[in-house]
Structure formats: C-alpha cells, structure tokens
C-alpha cells in the first residue's frame, strides 16, 4: 500500500518530464522570450512602486522567461544592493536573470564607445566586468564590443596597420584580457554571450572578430533588428532572418537568441515581422529590447493602410480585450501586445518546421564586397545560407564579390566544377578576380562598360520612368550562353545570366544592378528563370514578383513570405513528384498541377524542367506556412 504513491509520484515525475523537457519553462513551446533592461531602467527599478505596476503590464501580455539586468552603460553603473533586490524580485515571479553589459561612454554621443589604447577606459571596462561576474552566471555584452576611436593614441598605435588589422588585434586582445579572464578569475562558471548588432559586412573596420571572439566567448547572440528599409541602415527585411543563420553556422548550437527592438517601423507590422523572422530562423530564444521601449503605447497611427484584411498580423485582433486569470478582460495598451500576439501565432506551427536550409553562399571572414547583396537575393526568394567556409558539399554554391577575399578562391571554384558541381558567381565577384586566374575557367570579363536596360527578353518594357544601369559582361560566343538577357533603348541585348561548361560542372555568371534593389524591378518571369538556375536543387521555388520570400526547411516544409503592401498571386512549383501541399495554418489542402509548363524557361541550363505549381495567394505583408502531403 505504501509504494503506491511512490509509483504514482514516479509516474508524475516521468510525466512533466516527457511533456516539459529540461529548458522548456511550460510559456513558449518553442521558443524563450527575454527582456533586456537597460542601467537607466535597473536603477528605477530600484524603486519597486515603480517596476511593479510596468512589470505587471509587461509581464500579463508577454510570458517572459528571462531578464537582462544590465549593470553598466554610458559610465553608469547600477549598484550592488539594487541589483540583488531586482534578482530577488524577479526569481520570485518565476523569471530568470541575467546580467547586461554595454561597452560605451556614450551611446548618445554617435555611440561613443570605449577607447581601448586608453588605460582608464580598459581599467573601468575591466572593473565593470569583474563587478558583474559576482552578480550573475550569464553576462551578455550588447551591441557596443566595438571601437570607433580615432584619437591620436589610437593613430599611434595602428602605425603602419589598415583601421581594420589594427582593431581586429586589439579587440581581440581586449576581448581576452578585460573581458574573459577577469571574469572568469571572480567567477569561474560564468557564461559569457558576446551579441552582435546587424551591420555585419562592416564589423572588421570597427574591430568585431567573427573569427575569434565566437571561440573563446560561450555564447554568441544576434541582432535580428532590421526596421524599415528607407532608414539609414538601409536593411532588407530578410536580413533578419539570414543574419541568424550565418552566424548559427560560425558557431553551431552556440547562437543563443535573436534580439529586436522596437524602433524604427512605421507600422506595427514591421516590427510583428522581425519577430517572426527572427523565429522562422529557429532562434532558440528572441530578447525584447528593451524594458523602456516595451512600455510605449500603441498609438492609431500603427495601424497599416492594408489592415482589415485578415492579414498574418492583424491590427484589430489584437486591440481586442484580453481575459486574465481572475476572468476581467484587459485592454491592449502598449507595444508589448504585438509581440504577444506574434509569439502565439508562431509558436502554434513552429515544432513543425525542421532545420532551415537555403542556397550555401561562401562569406569569408573579414570579408566585404557587394555589401548585403545576399539579403537582395533572399528578398527575390532565393532563400540564403550564408557559411564562413567554403562549402565543398553544396551541389550548387553562390559567391558574391565578398568571396575574392579568400586567396584560394579561383582554385576551390575549379574543384567544384571538376567534381561536377554548378557555382554561380556574381558580377562583382567576377570583376574582382580577373586577372587572377577564373579566366582559366571561362573568358568572360567584366568590362567597366554599362547598359541601361529598358526591359528584359521575351517581356513587356518597364515603365517609361524606370531605367535599370547594369555592368556590361562580355564573352565568347559558344563558349558561354545567354539565359538571361536585358534589352536596351535600341533593342541591343546583353547578358544578366550566362552559363559557361567547365569539366563536368557549370558555371554561371549572376549580373547585378549598380542599384541592387534594380533586382526588385525585375518582372515576375525573369527573377523566376534566375531562381531555377540557382535553386535547381531545391523540392520548391516560388514564382512570383519581388518582395516575396521563401524559406525551406529540411523535412518538406515552407513558408512563404510577402512583403508587398497589396495581395499577390504566388506559384508554388514543386518536384514533380509532390501533389499536395497543407497550409500548417487553416489545415487546407491544395492541388498541385502536375507537369504544368512553368514560366521558367525550361530546357537550356536546367532547372526550369518538370514541375508541380500550386497557385496561392498571399496577403498583404503575410505568409502562409506549407507542407508537402506525402
Ligand atoms: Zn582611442
């Protein structure tokens, strides 16, 4: 009679155990949700008649997992009492903590970072670093582990270096000598989580080691932010979504977590995307930046004009009350609902997708060059995979011009078309290794000269308003072919896409605008021609227009996704041997046209071929999430 209960407490225990894997916390299923405070909101939250009615807010629309507790920005520094109250208050409530650094003097002042040939500035980041590793396990350094110094100490001390040489060294040293020791000295078990911002083509000139820190620091975290593309940034919205796999792929199982704020998007929309970008991903957990931002209020003005529509984020839902616990209905009031409202419509489908999976591009490290062009491409749905090293294995590979820092360049490009692989290179890419060898492989040159396109073969001309400046590739009758060709104002052709045998692969010439975003103007029928010769290798394309993205995942599943701010027709085309598609969403089928012509164009070069195509619609800035009924 006695050991009934043991087995019936065993039987429980294996229970929450099977339902509750250890790192779930029973919120989110997919996913942890984290808010980041900064030190000018720590040391409010000193005052707990403050913190506890804007946590309540907060913390009754979001299920949050975890709070970053910064102890230093700006020279501010939170103290040790106020830190351990917040500890307290929040290990209470269930939520975890954390502690934040920020690198910077003055973030205010065009974010003014530490200067690291400064003895005063290494001591106080030092200090701030040893003080903080008493306080936590997990310490992450937000955005600002860079330098932008150029005082005359730091002019002597580059010397003869290039800005960039000279701060890749000292930020590594500085890395390993104020930041990892120190900490580990006080605190041998901490976790130390370096987080990158998005800007990151240009991280070597500002000291940013994507070679070495992600080795010697535990964790590494990504900026998913991306805001509206007309901000001085000037991000594509995918960036959110292929930054997060780049840097997976620099440290496997090591990318802690995207994390978005919420400035800079017009329209509510824009940030529910970053969001759900950022968890299309498979981020492991998304940091809410910050505890401040999070309090602003949804204002009308949020609302998008393509609101009513039922579209993926939707506005007027999301205003309605929300019952609580005790039954009383609470309305909607600041932006945290958004994100609320987000992360129960992703986490619905999420367990469903498997590992994402895209067109392997090699970026070496340090490397620049065609800067962001990728997330271009991926805004043309050619879903991205951006690897730091070259991958042999991929059957089909894109280099952008970013790739002539590899040295080895021209020989790994070789090998690949010997073992019967396709490589597509770019324009820029092509320009920047003439003359060092991939003329061995083709004599196809970029010749400095440029065209203004006024439409493409075999389609309509573009608006009278809308010119398109290329550069001029040239090559050899025979030895190369056209699949894809611009006109200009006296009908003369030119190449956009060129196919050149080499052994047993195929190389192709990619040419891109002088204004990269020329590539949105591209009619439906050409980006689709591109996309069945990059993604010859893929179950599903889409064909549609720009501003339409697809992300593929390993076990048949997708999404497509619109950036557009009206509805399009989209063509789903499948393997031939698929004939279904689910919407993960509504639970409906659909039909697949077997062997239906696509609008590709077929035979030469591959790719176009035998195809199913589903026609979808997809609403305005939403997406719908598939799977291909076996
Ligand atoms: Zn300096």
Request: hydrophobic share 40%; net charge neutral.
């Given at each position: 009679m006695?050991?009934?209960?043991?087995?019936?407490?065993l039987?429980?225990?294996?229970?929450?155990?099977?339902?509750f894997?250890?790192?779930?916390s029973?919120?989110y299923?997919?996913?942890?949700?984290?808010?980041?405070a900064r030190?000018?909101?720590?040391?409010r939250?000193?005052?707990?008649?403050?913190?506890?009615?804007?946590?309540?807010?907060?913390?009754?629309?979001?299920?949050?997992?975890?709070?970053?507790?910064e102890t230093?920005?700006?020279?501010?520094?939170?103290?040790k009492?106020?830190?351990?109250?917040?500890?307290?208050?929040?290990?209470?409530?269930?939520?975890?903590v954390?502690?934040?650094?920020t690198?910077?003097?003055?973030e205010?002042?065009?974010?003014?970072?530490?200067?690291?040939?400064?003895?005063?500035?290494?001591?106080?980041?030092?200090?701030?670093?040893?003080?903080?590793?008493?306080?936590f396990?997990?310490?992450i350094?937000?955005?600002?582990?860079f330098?932008n110094?150029?005082?005359?100490?730091?002019?002597?001390?580059?010397?003869?270096?290039?800005?960039?040489r000279?701060?890749?060294?000292l930020?590594?040293?500085?890395?390993r000598?104020?930041?990892?020791?120190?900490?580990r000295a006080?605190n041998?078990?901490?976790?130390?989580?370096?987080?990158?911002?998005?800007?990151?083509?240009?991280?070597?000139?500002?000291?940013?080691?994507?070679?070495?820190?992600?080795?010697?620091?535990?964790?590494?975290y990504?900026?998913?932010?991306?805001?509206?593309?007309?901000?001085d940034?000037?991000?594509?919205?995918?960036?959110g979504?292929?930054?997060?796999?780049?840097?997976?792929?620099?440290?496997?199982?090591?990318?802690?977590?995207?994390?978005?704020?919420?400035a800079?998007?017009?329209?509510l929309?824009?940030?529910a995307?970053?969001?759900?970008?950022?968890?299309?991903a498979?981020a492991?957990?998304?940091?809410?930046?910050d505890?401040?931002?999070?309090?602003?209020?949804?204002r009308?003005?949020?609302?998008?004009?393509?609101?009513g529509?039922q579209?993926?984020?939707?506005f007027?839902?999301?205003?309605?009350?929300?019952p609580?616990?005790?039954?009383?209905?609470?309305?909607p009031?600041?932006i945290a609902?958004?994100?609320?409202v987000?992360?129960d419509q992703?986490d619905?489908?999420l367990?469903?997708?498997?590992?994402?999976?895209g067109?392997?591009s090699?970026?070496?490290?340090?490397?620049?060059?065609?800067?962001?062009?990728?997330?271009y491409?991926?805004?043309?749905?050619?879903?991205?995979?951006?690897?730091?090293?070259?991958?042999?294995?991929?059957?089909?590979?894109?280099?952008?011009?970013c790739?002539?820092?590899?040295?080895q360049?021209?020989?790994k490009i070789?090998?690949?078309?010997s073992?019967?692989?396709s490589?597509?290179?770019?324009?820029?890419?092509?320009?920047?290794?003439?003359?060092?060898?991939?003329?061995?492989?083709?004599?196809?040159?970029?010749?400095?000269?440029?065209a203004?396109?006024?439409?493409?073969r075999?389609?309509?001309a573009?608006?009278?308003d809308?010119?398109?400046l290329?550069?001029e590739?040239?090559?050899?009758?025979?030895?190369?072919?056209?699949?894809?060709?611009?006109?200009?104002?006296n009908?003369?052709?030119?190449?956009?896409?060129?196919?050149?045998g080499?052994?047993?692969?195929?190389?192709?010439v990619?040419?891109?605008?002088?204004?990269?975003?020329?590539?949105?103007?591209?009619?439906?029928?050409?980006?689709?021609?591109?996309?069945?010769?990059?993604l010859?290798?893929?179950?599903?394309r889409?064909e549609s227009?720009?501003d339409?993205?697809?992300?593929?995942?390993?076990?048949?599943?997708?999404?497509?996704e619109?950036?557009?701010p009206?509805?399009v027709?989209?063509?789903?085309s499948?393997?031939?041997?698929?004939?279904?598609?689910?919407?993960?969403?509504?639970?409906e089928?659909?039909?697949?046209?077997?062997?239906?012509?696509?609008?590709g164009?077929g035979?030469?070069?591959?790719g176009?071929?035998?195809?199913?195509?589903c026609?979808?619609q997809?609403?305005?800035?939403?997406?719908?999430?598939?799977s291909?009924?076996?």
């Amino acid at each position: 009679m006695r050991r009934l209960p043991v087995i019936l407490f065993l039987f429980f225990v294996f229970v929450s155990i099977a339902l509750f894997p250890a790192g779930a916390s029973g919120n989110y299923r997919n996913f942890k949700v984290s808010v980041y405070a900064r030190v000018y909101e720590v040391i409010r939250m000193d005052d707990l008649n403050w913190l506890e009615p804007r946590w309540n807010e907060l913390s009754r629309q979001v299920k949050v997992d975890k709070i970053y507790l910064e102890t230093h920005r700006d020279m501010k520094v939170a103290g040790k009492e106020t830190i351990e109250k917040l500890k307290r208050f929040f290990q209470d409530r269930g939520v975890a903590v954390a502690g934040g650094i920020t690198a910077t003097v003055n973030e205010m002042n065009r974010f003014e970072t530490f200067c690291y040939t400064n003895p005063e500035h290494r001591k106080k980041l030092k200090d701030v670093v040893e003080y903080t590793a008493g306080l936590f396990d997990e310490i992450i350094f937000d955005d600002f582990f860079f330098t932008n110094c150029k005082c005359e100490s730091c002019i002597r001390a580059k010397g003869d270096r290039t800005w960039t040489r000279f701060r890749l060294d000292l930020l590594d040293q500085a890395a390993r000598e104020l930041i990892i020791q120190p900490a580990r000295a006080v605190n041998p078990k901490v976790k130390l989580v370096i987080k990158y911002p998005n800007w990151y083509e240009h991280f070597q000139g500002l000291g940013f080691n994507l070679e070495t820190e992600p080795k010697i620091f535990d964790g590494i975290y990504t900026g998913t932010e991306t805001r509206d593309r007309t901000w001085d940034q000037h991000l594509q919205e995918y960036l959110g979504y292929s930054i997060f796999r780049y840097f997976e792929n620099i440290k496997p199982g090591g990318n802690g977590g995207g994390w978005v704020d919420t400035a800079g998007s017009t329209f509510l929309d824009r940030y529910a995307e970053q969001l759900w970008l950022t968890l299309f991903a498979k981020a492991p957990e998304i940091t809410l930046f910050d505890f401040a931002q999070l309090q602003r209020q949804i204002r009308p003005t949020d609302r998008a004009p393509w609101q009513g529509q039922q579209t993926s984020f939707d506005f007027d839902k999301m205003m309605q009350p929300v019952p609580q616990p005790d039954g009383s209905p609470v309305k909607p009031s600041t932006i945290a609902r958004a994100a609320a409202v987000t992360f129960d419509q992703v986490d619905a489908f999420l367990g469903n997708l498997g590992r994402p999976v895209g067109l392997k591009s090699y970026k070496p490290y340090h490397s620049t060059g065609e800067d962001f062009l990728h997330t271009y491409l991926g805004m043309i749905g050619i879903p991205i995979d951006l690897v730091p090293d070259f991958p042999v294995d991929a059957s089909t590979v894109l280099l952008t011009e970013c790739a002539a820092f590899d040295p080895q360049i021209t020989g790994k490009i070789k090998k690949q078309l010997s073992d019967g692989k396709s490589v597509v290179i770019t324009s820029g890419l092509l320009q920047a290794l003439q003359g060092k060898g991939i003329e061995d492989i083709a004599e196809i040159r970029a010749t400095g000269r440029k065209a203004i396109l006024k439409g493409f073969r075999g389609q309509d001309a573009l608006p009278l308003d809308l010119r398109i400046l290329i550069p001029e590739i040239q090559y050899l009758t025979n030895d190369a072919w056209e699949l894809v060709s611009g006109i200009t104002q006296n009908d003369l052709g030119y190449p956009l896409l060129l196919q050149a045998g080499y052994a047993k692969g195929s190389l192709y010439v990619l040419t891109i605008p002088d204004n990269f975003s020329d590539l949105y103007s591209f009619p439906a029928p050409v980006l689709t021609q591109i996309r069945n010769v990059l993604l010859r290798d893929f179950f599903v394309r889409v064909e549609s227009p720009e501003d339409v993205s697809l992300f593929v995942y390993d076990n048949n599943t997708f999404i497509v996704e619109s950036f557009l701010p009206g509805s399009v027709d989209v063509r789903i085309s499948l393997d031939s041997k698929h004939g279904r598609i689910r919407d993960l969403i509504t639970g409906e089928e659909l039909a697949a046209q077997p062997g239906a012509k696509t609008l590709g164009f077929g035979g030469f070069g591959g790719g176009g071929g035998n195809r199913s195509v589903c026609p979808v619609q997809i609403k305005p800035h939403s997406y719908r999430v598939f799977s291909v009924v076996q």
